[in-house]
């Protein structure tokens, strides 16, 4: 079983919209959870950590379900400039990354 | 804001040549990393570093790559001989503790072997 899987998408979205990502980690024991942000051609940026059930950002919400072992963002209101891949990661010895999951906001 | 910085941002090289892709890590950072991502494909981990010595690899890190951190600031990938499969975005990052730690990346050195 991968450590982590997303939904590859992509999310097609109209501006103003509410979209949920959902992402499954096969590691019972990762203690932090990260959502990274990565435009193409770009490094990932880190866009919200996630320690225990949930974090807030404005906009962003990640909420972390350890009993079903899986890990959500929502964002709120998309702009235009949400347009990227997320990436759930759940490390272990390292970061280890999905494919992630393509947004990509319309206006 | 203290933020990851790499050198050069673009390399290209003939196949069998060496190469040092270099970093500077966030200063209060402990532990550094690389990643690299070939085109259209995942963010894949190499090495981890911490205290002078490499604390995690990859199978991907075989002989033909090292790390070392020269000095006090940087930090720095070296590929022996190059092959045409080594070209990819390398990322270097960095994280005040371990890998369970928020990691930030810099921008990347894209490499081109020909």
């Known amino acids: 079983r991968k450590e982590v899987e997303q939904d590859p998408g992509p999310f097609n979205v109209p501006e103003g919209a509410t979209v949920a990502f959902n992402c499954t980690y096969s590691n019972s024991a990762s203690q932090s959870f990260f959502w990274y942000r990565q435009d193409c051609r770009k490094e990932p940026k880190l866009l919200m950590s996630?320690?225990?059930s949930g974090n807030e950002d404005g906009r962003f919400t990640a909420q972390l379900n350890r009993a079903s072992q899986y890990i959500s963002l929502l964002i709120r209101d998309s702009k235009l400039s949400d347009s990227a891949t997320y990436l759930c990661?759940?490390?272990?010895?390292?970061?280890?990354f999905g494919s992630g999951t393509r947004l990509q906001v319309q206006p | 804001e203290p933020e990851v910085t790499q050198t050069p941002s673009h390399q290209v090289t003939q196949m069998g040549q060496e190469v040092i892709l270099r970093c500077v890590p966030i200063s209060n950072h402990l532990y550094f990393y690389w990643y690299r991502q070939i085109l259209g494909q995942k963010v894949e981990f190499l090495v981890s570093?911490?205290?002078?010595?490499?604390?995690?690899k990859s199978e991907i890190f075989d002989d033909q790559f090292s790390v070392e951190r020269p000095d006090g600031s940087n930090f720095t990938l070296k590929i022996r001989s190059t092959k045409l499969e080594d070209s990819a975005m390398y990322f270097c990052?960095?994280?005040?503790?371990?890998?369970?730690?928020?990691?930030?990346f810099g921008p990347g050195t894209r490499l081109t072997v020909t």
């Open positions: 996630v320690y225990s």
């Open positions: 990052a960095s994280s005040e503790q371990g890998p369970g730690d928020e990691q930030y």
């Open positions: 570093f911490y205290n002078n010595e490499i604390s995690e």
């Open positions: 990661v759940a490390p272990r010895r390292a970061l280890t």
